[in-house]
Structure formats: C-alpha cells, structure tokens
C-alpha cells in the first residue's frame, strides 16, 4: 500500500506542514490546506483517498466537513479520520462517527499512530470481505453484502466500523473476543502498536444505542477480556 493520495486540512500551518511532510515519508502524496471550505472542493476534484480532518477548524468544523462529504455520492466513499485535542469529550467522538467518521486521533500524536490509523483504515476499504449470506437474528436482517442491517420494514443506519464490528458479533455467537481480536480484525490495527480498548468501548456504545433492545442487550462486556454476543 502506498502513493495513495491524503488529503489533510488543519488551521494550524506549522502543524499541517509537519503531518503532510511525514505522509510524504511514508509514501502517501500529500494535499493539504487550512482552508475547510478549499478542503471540500479538493476532496471533490483531486480524488483523494482519504481525509484527515482537524475537529474544531473554523468556518467548518470537521465533523460537518465528514457529514458533507458522506452524504455526497461523490465523496461518500472517501475514508474519513478527524483529529482532535486530548481535552474531547466523549460525546464529540459519538457525534464525530453519528456524521460518518471512520477513526479519530487525539492530539498530540506519534506518526506511527497516526500512520497505522491511516492504513488500517484504507485496508478496510478496499478489502472485499463479508461476502456470506444474510443473517437473521433477533429481529434484524443483516446483509454484508448490500452493507445493509434492517428491523422490519426500517432500516439501521451504522457507519462502516459500526457494521464490521455487528458482523464480527453475529459471526460469533457466544464466544468471547478479546479487545487485541477486535481492534485486528475490525480496525485492522496490529495490537503491537494499537492497542487502546477505548476505541472498542467508544465504538460498542454507539452501535448498542442503534440496534433493537432486544440485540443490543446481548452485545455483554467480559471485564478485563473484551465483548461477546450472549446467545
């Protein structure tokens, strides 16, 4: 994986110069500005592979960039990693992946962090996996194929982590997964350079708010191991 096209947009010029020198040393070409509105047209006109956005960059701010962007059928397939301060709450990442976000880094970072983060996320999005058929369970259809999850007759809008991670679940009925498991198979990170629960928890929390209780109530943490569907 390299020479895939990045796409950074930050207010702050020394910081923005130092993230797109250190893409372009690890192989991506970089394209970067501080300039949100700018950001857009060139995630539009430049096919860029994937953004990384500031959170709190002003006239936009990252997650209406990320919103845009996903809800643009030109740009909706663009992967989208926003950064933010080490003071973000906990409901800025939930509204962060509400608007489509498919990872976060908190500021200050290593590159190595941020460079891993970036990969995984690629890898995700051009694997073709989750070719099986349709799971019906506990009120919900689940179709990996289409990426679509319905209850009835209505349909379940998850982000891309959101459904990796239910199919990872429904894939495993009972069985525990441990916290390094999922971060490698839903995120793709090797657990020798990532290995954060909080990204998992984050993660977990969001997708129970969005399936029926009866599913959700399932999904059980096994203290100090990791998550399992309790079937």
Request: net charge neutral.
């Amino acid at each position: 994986m390299s020479g895939e096209k990045i796409l950074v947009i930050d207010d702050e010029k020394s910081f923005l110069n130092a993230v797109a020198r250190n893409l372009d040393a690890e192989g991506f070409k970089s394209v970067y500005t501080d300039n949100p509105n700018e950001g857009l047209i060139l995630a539009r006109e430049t096919k860029v592979n994937l953004v990384l956005t500031d959170a709190h960059i002003e006239p936009i701010d990252g997650f209406t960039i990320c919103k845009t962007l996903k809800e643009n059928k030109d740009t909706s397939g663009i992967p989208v990693i926003i950064m933010s301060g080490k003071d973000i709450e906990e409901d800025d990442i939930l509204k962060g992946l509400e608007k489509g976000a498919d990872d976060y880094v908190i500021k200050p970072f290593s590159f190595k962090v941020l460079t891993a983060k970036i990969k995984a996320v690629l890898k995700r999005y051009e694997s073709n996996e989750h070719r099986d058929s349709s799971i019906k369970k506990m009120g919900i259809v689940f179709d990996p194929d289409s990426r679509t999850v319905k209850t009835g007759d209505s349909m379940i809008k998850l982000t891309r982590k959101e459904f990796d991670l239910l199919n990872l679940f429904l894939n495993n009925p009972g069985k525990v997964l441990k916290l390094s498991n999922i971060l490698q198979t839903v995120w793709g990170y090797d657990p020798a350079l990532y290995n954060d629960p909080h990204t998992v928890e984050v993660h977990v929390y969001s997708l129970r708010k969005k399936l029926p209780e009866k599913i959700s109530k399932k999904i059980v943490s096994v203290q100090g191991v990791g998550y399992k569907l309790d079937i």
